[in-house]
T-cell receptor, first 112, second 108 residues
Framework: NAGVTQTPKFRVLKTGQSMTLLCAQDMNHEYMYWYRQDPGMGLRLIHYSVGEGTTAKGEVPDGYNVSRLKKQNFLLGLESAAPSQTSVYFC???????????FGPGTRLTVT | GIQVEQSPPDLILQEGANSTLRCNFSDSVNNLQWFHQNPWGQLINLFYIPSGTKQNGRLSATTVATERYSLLYISSSQTTDSGVYFCAGNTGGFKTIFGAGTRLFVKA
């Protein structure tokens, strides 16, 4: 099993550009999450999904959209990137409520 | 919202030393977990410990849910233990809240 994978690993955007981050898991997990991690801080939840076709807002959802069209994939979109969105983005998944979270390797995004 | 406080924020140890990291929650949480983020950024789950005590090799964790805190013990520390340790919990539903982390550096 590959576990949780993220694409791309690195990206540089200019202000106003758009992009989509892909998270994929091959563990048949129900729940998937997108977090951002800024220097010196813990992870903050952007959006999450409790199943295919469902999404919900986390702590810091503004400026991001998500979709979960397939159970194994969770996409994070930035429609108009801003420098404040420069961060490392992590995806995670869990099989069910109350179980261990598995994280992807992260995507380092810089917005200039 | 719920606040997660971790202490100490930074810790430097000599290889072989023991340490205790603490995580306090401002309100009751479910599904408390400890994670290690290595120097390359990878996040690894160490313990899922909503209550009680668990041990895994040189690491152990204790959660006292009624008093809203959890402790992570590292014994006989090694340089490979360096990194950032996070605790996290759910506040009901599926939203997970992370602490700011404890940055550990173990000197050879």
């Amino acid at each position: 099993n590959a576990g949780v994978t993220q694409t791309p690993k690195f990206r540089v955007l200019k202000t106003g550009q758009s992009m989509t981050l892909l998270c994929a898991q091959d563990m048949n997990h129900e729940y998937m999450y997108w977090y951002r991690q800024d220097p010196g801080m813990g992870l903050r939840l952007i959006h999450y999904s409790v199943g295919e076709g469902t999404t919900a807002k986390g702590e810091v959802p503004d400026g991001y959209n998500v979709s979960r069209l397939k159970k194994q994939n969770f996409l994070l979109g930035l429609e108009s990137a801003a420098p404040s969105q420069t961060s490392v983005y992590f995806c995670a998944s869990i099989k069910g409520a109350g179980l261990v979270q598995y994280f992807g390797p992260g995507t380092r995004l810089t917005v200039t | 919202g719920i606040q997660v406080e971790q202490s100490p924020p930074d810790l430097i140890l000599q290889e072989g030393a023991n340490s205790t990291l603490r995580c306090n929650f401002s309100d009751s949480v479910n599904n408390l977990q400890w994670f290690h983020q290595n120097p390359w950024g990878q996040l690894i789950n160490l313990f899922y410990i909503p209550s009680g005590t668990k041990q895994n090799g040189r690491l152990s964790a204790t959660t006292v849910a009624t008093e809203r805190y959890s402790l992570l013990y590292i014994s006989s520390s090694q340089t490979t233990d360096s990194g950032v340790y996070f605790c996290a919990g759910n506040t009901g539903g599926f939203k997970t809240i992370f602490g700011a982390g404890t940055r550990l550096f173990v000197k050879a």
